[in-house]
């Protein structure tokens, strides 16, 4: 089994950044793939970022790219989503997962997930 728990999320103002953390314990696997979702209040779960561990692989939503960063500390077996440029759209619970997907944005593929960490961008 293995176990997710995220860190990080809270309040921020417009334009501000969070970094959010996901350490993986329990048994893990060198060639999976780390991903991040999120859901807004009334939307489907929507997919943000990914990293394929290994080869450091890195895969980003049109709304991620440019102001997201996904990366993996495998001596911690944690990885993180750093956030940057944060905007009120941004707001929404998110989720790290684990899994083997043949598409990284393919939420369904992924087996493991987290309780999720509430991110409010708001002034």
């Known amino acids: 089994q293995i176990y997710l728990v995220e860190s990080g999320g809270g309040l921020v103002q417009p334009g501000g950044s969070l970094k959010l953390s996901c350490e993986a314990s329990g048994r893990t696997f060198r060639d999976h793939t780390m991903g991040w979702f999120r859901q807004a209040p009334g939307k489907e779960r929507e997919f943000v970022a990914a990293i394929t561990l290994g080869d450091d692989v890195t895969y980003y939503s049109d709304s991620a790219q440019g102001r997201f960063i996904i990366s993996m500390d495998n001596a911690k077996n944690t990885h993180y989503l750093q956030m940057n440029a944060l905007k009120p759209e941004d707001t929404a619970v998110y989720y790290c997962?684990?899994?083997?997907?043949?598409?990284?944005?393919?939420?369904?593929?992924?087996?493991?997930w987290g309780q999720g960490t509430q991110v409010t961008v708001s002034s």
């Open positions: 997962a684990m899994g083997d997907p043949t598409y990284a944005n393919d939420g369904k593929a992924y087996r493991y």
